[in-house]
């Protein structure tokens, strides 16, 4: 699509001033060994396109692979990111890796909208990416939003079968346009596991108004390590843009905004998400508190 992939590199960084040893195992290929510093960060180029060690092509979705992704392991604290370009220059992303604190077994996905884009086209893609840690992983999949279509599921309708990985597979759920169910079709969907998986989620690429168009994804955390208590800040962008998406993972979740101590302003079922945007900010910030633990998504 005119959002296809196109630059990526993965960065690695680290607080200590003498240098620390790292090796950057890619699945099903060679390891990349090396040494980083406070000064001296170090930064490796994945390659180009929508088939790398990073990327799944579209054919690859709803597939069991053992030949994408990274893991990276250093003697001491290091910082990983990878960085994307795409769309002919005009998006870019970014996934920060959350370390061991990735990794968990319950998951609420978090995307950009598409409630108001115009229009909706394949070029809004929203995934699901999952690697497993052990062998004889089961993964399963519930609350995707009815009338569905899975990019290369179509007979398994809305929601894909159970899977089991071994350690390092991986695994992609994916909608795109002009599927209008497809549009908030995994916000919210759960992703649970019987051993600690990683996943990444987002859109690439996806829209928060009617015509904007970027990239927005990150590796996220599991239940047990999200909080009732956030505080988000403002950015330069336009109101309509500037969006705090909210995701109950049980049902009854009360929602108190900014100093609200009396009722609540929202209550959220299981899967059920909210969306705030920047007319909801006082002075710059944002307060929110739950009674219930949510996933909490900024963009």
Not at 87 to 111: D, Y
Not at 169 to 192: H, Q, W, Y
């Amino acid at each position: 699509s005119a959002s296809s992939a196109q630059d990526q590199y993965l960065y690695i960084s680290t607080p200590s001033t003498t240098p620390v040893n790292f090796t950057i195992k890619q699945i099903g290929s060679t390891n990349i060994t090396g040494t980083v510093s406070k000064s001296t960060p170090y930064a490796y180029n994945i390659g180009y396109g929508t088939d790398t060690q990073l990327m799944t092509p579209r054919i690859e979705a709803n597939s069991i692979r053992s030949d994408k992704g990274f893991i990276i392991e250093a003697d001491d604290m290091v910082y990983a990111a990878v960085r994307v370009i795409a769309g002919n220059n005009n998006q870019a992303g970014a996934l920060v890796s959350k370390g061991m604190a990735a990794l968990g077994t319950r998951f609420r996905i978090g995307s950009l909208l598409n409630v108001t884009a115009n229009p909706y086209t394949d070029n809004h893609y929203t995934f699901v990416s999952i690697m497993a840690t052990e062998n004889n992983t089961l993964v399963s999949f519930s609350d995707i939003k009815s009338g569905a279509l899975l990019i290369n599921n179509t007979a398994a309708g809305n929601t894909p079968s159970s899977i089991m990985l071994n350690s390092g597979e991986s695994f992609v759920m994916a909608v795109e346009g002009p599927t209008n169910a497809n549009r908030d079709a995994l916000i919210g969907s759960l992703v649970s596991s019987d051993k600690p998986i990683a996943v990444n989620c987002g859109s690439f690429t996806g829209s928060n108004a009617a015509t904007n168009l970027d990239l927005g994804f990150d590796q996220i955390v599991s239940a047990e390590r999200t909080g009732k208590e956030y505080v988000f800040i403002k950015s330069t962008g336009q109101a309509d843009v500037e969006k705090v998406l909210l995701i109950a993972d049980v049902n009854n979740t009360e929602v108190y905004l900014n100093n609200n101590a009396g009722l609540s302003d929202f209550t959220l079922s299981a899967g059920q998400y909210l969306v705030l945007d920047g007319n909801q900010f006082i002075s710059g910030s944002l307060y929110v508190r739950t009674s219930e633990k949510v996933f909490a998504y900024q963009t």
